[in-house]
């Protein structure tokens, strides 16, 4: 006779199958070769070949790599989002990045800085937060991600001697910041060859993102870090994002328990399903579902090398 009792619940997947489910729903070809690449034991090849949909003859990216710029042209934003692809697949090096450093340098400032934003980009597609202009000055927010990659796969290029500088000079003189020029100053320091000066710069870095609060310490009480100005509401960093891993120069400015706390927020934003959402602001829908793939990788990432169960 048939028992009658009701079945067990299924297991519960784990984060990593989840957001497998969801990058396979929702990601571009590149995202589901990143994936995986780092998860599932995937090769670099396949990735580096869904990369090169997006590069231009001249050495640089374009096509959107980076969701919030649209169309064809070169952009510095799209060329960083391709190193930080090459950088994760072990492919930093050879004549692609060659020709990666002398588009760099053909669309520096004369300080050798890149802009957030080529003027290039004028008739196309672009985030409001974005600003398209005819001479835009050199940014750290742009230059420091490039410059400490390069660095981080020991790429010497005569571009990177005068970007090296303007990294120091932007990095050493801050004095108010917001979080996105934070983590670019991070991802400088966290490669910069002179460790001694990039230790004391963190020190006094970290020490500057406490007191102008621009970390949200508890996760509970999110509102007393209110968002910096431009920012979406809600559009909050945490520990985690900052130190994306206990390497990280950002690992030493928060204690053990404002980082568990900040991992513990990050698991559980995972959304039923399986994406982690974005919390900057979505101002066209292709962007938001091409973004969410990348931010769900980002966030695994992080978890894993902080060494939080995943599977």
Known sequence: MA???ASPPPPARSPLSRA???VWLTARVLEQRLFAHHFRDGGADPVETALDAYRNADGGYGHGLEPDLRGPVSQPL???H???VLDAIGRCTGQRIERVCRYLTGVSTPEGALPAVHPSQRGYPAAPFIPVVDDPPGELLATGPVVGLLHRNGVWHAWLFRATDFCWQAVESLERSHPYEVEAAVAFLDAAPDRPRAEAAADRLGRLVREQRLAVLDPDTPDAFPAAPGYAPGEHH?????AR???SVARAWFTDDEMSRSL??????QHQDGGWPIRWHQWAPSTAVEARPLVTIEALRTL?????PIT
């Open 3 to 5: 028992e009658t009792g």
């Open 20 to 22: 497998e489910h969801f």
């Open 78 to 80: 799209h060329t960083a």
């Open 82 to 84: 391709a190193l930080r």
């Open 238 to 242: 945490f520990p985690h994002d900052y």
């Open 245 to 247: 891993t206990p390497r």
């Open 264 to 269: 513990d927020f990050l698991t559980a934003a």
């Open 304 to 308: 894993e090398a902080h060494g939080r």
